[in-house]
Structures are given as C-alpha cells and as structure tokens.
C-alpha cells in the first residue's frame, strides 16, 4: 500500500538554525511523484516542489533544498538559515495515479516547524 | 487571483443540518479534487473530477456527502445530517490535465458541527 511516514511531529528551533525534515514513503509503482507542501496557520496547502522517480538529482531554491534518495525511499526537505516566516506545518506527498491517469496524492501527517526569533 | 478559491472559509453548523461547499478553480485546470483534512492529520482523498464526471470517489464518502460539477468549472460538496465527526478542514484543488501534475490547493473551508 502507498504510504508517506513523516515521523517527526514537531521541530522548534531558533533563528537561523538549519533544520531538516524527513519523509520516507513505500510504494509499489515505479513511476511516481513526490511532493512538499507547506502549510501556514491561515490553512491553505502551498505548493513547494514535485519530483519525479526518476530524477534523482538534489535541487535547492533559495534558502530550501531537497534530498531525494531512491535506496532509501526518503525525500527530505532542508531549510537552511531558517526564519520566523518559515514557521508552518510541512507535508510531504506521493501521488498515486488513479483510473484515467490522473494522480491522487498520499499525505504523511505533516511536521509542524517552529522557529523563534 | 487566479489561484484556486473556496466559499465559506468556516461554517458552523447544528448536527442534522445541511451544508454546502463552494470550490473555483484555476480557470484552465480540467481535473478538480476534493480533500478533507482533520486536525493533526495530512489531507485524505474524498473525490476527483475530470470536467464534469466524478470519476473516483474514496470509502471516506458516505451516502451523506455529495459532490458535483455541472459545468467542468466549479464544484460543490454537500454533507446532508451533519454529524459531529464531520468537523473538518475541505480543501479543494485542480491540475492541468496531464499525466500526474501539480495539485494546487484553495484556502479551504472550515466546518464544525455542533
């Protein structure tokens, strides 16, 4: 069965700590996709990265960065330099693809980061 | 805004009674889904949306719930007899209509039952 396991449930850190948060996910199919969210406490689900199975190559935006590991079954997110705004609750996700090709997608339970000033 | 918009933002309501959702999504987003989203927990899957046919929906679903898309544009969720158990967060999205592309999520609406 598809799973997403994010076993930290909170973080707290204090400004400008780098913080890691970790996701492990199963599945049985070989074409997938990954997926971070991010979600502040006004509710919405904000769109951080999709990664593809078959990329495996490290990506880094600005002051986030993500380390997809296929042996592993883990895709975990970096937040470096962290900041009061980066305060929220992080999703990770596979998506499972459905009859007719669309993709439905699997949430972990989420990490709520704290970062103090 | 061209993102993805949901009407109400909360609703409280009695238990028994009767409510509605409202989701809009992102003009050219063919694929439409519908999660629901209790305290603590990630989103789960309730239903997805090719144009105007339904074209899954989970066990979550029960015969209470409703979900339709007359048009292919935007999409209601009715939950008949509320129940005390349905207090959650619904959250809507939509996708291009290509292979497994981005989801991308509206605020979503806040629902307790009392």
């Known amino acids: 069965a598809q799973k997403v396991t994010q076993a930290q449930t909170e973080i707290s850190v204090v400004e400008k700590e780098d913080v890691t948060l970790d996701c492990v996910y199963e599945?049985?199919?070989?074409?997938?996709?990954l997926f971070w969210y991010k979600q502040p406490p006004s509710g919405e689900l904000v769109f951080l990265i999709r990664?593809?199975?078959?990329?495996?190559q490290n990506e880094i935006s600005g002051r986030y960065s993500w380390n997809f590991q296929k042996s592993t079954s883990s895709f975990n997110f970096t937040i470096t330099a962290s900041q009061v705004v980066d305060s929220a609750v992080y999703f990770c996700?596979?998506?499972?693809?459905?009859?007719?090709?669309?993709?439905?997608?699997?949430f972990g339970a989420g990490t709520r980061l704290a970062v103090h000033p | 805004d061209t993102g993805v918009s949901q009407d109400p933002r909360h609703k409280i309501t009695k238990r028994g009674q009767n409510v509605t959702f409202r989701c809009d999504p992102i003009?050219?987003?063919?694929?439409l889904y519908w999660y629901r989203q209790t305290l603590g927990q990630g989103p789960e899957f309730l239903t997805y949306?090719?144009?105007?046919?339904?074209?899954?929906k989970s066990r979550l679903l029960s015969d209470r719930f409703s979900a339709e898309r007359p048009k292919g544009s935007f999409s209601t969720l009715e939950i008949q007899r509320t129940e005390q158990g349905d207090s959650a967060m619904y959250l809507c999205?939509?996708?291009?209509?290509?292979?497994?592309?981005?989801?991308?999520f509206g605020p979503g609406t806040r629902l307790l039952v009392l």
């Open positions: 949306f090719q144009n105007e046919a339904q074209l899954e």
């Open positions: 990664r593809n199975s078959f990329d495996e």
């Open positions: 999205a939509s996708s291009l209509d290509i292979g497994q592309e981005t989801q991308y």
């Open positions: 996700a596979l998506s499972e693809e459905g009859s007719g090709g669309y993709n439905k997608l699997i």
């Open positions: 599945t049985r199919d070989t074409t997938y996709y």
């Open positions: 003009s050219e987003h063919n694929r």
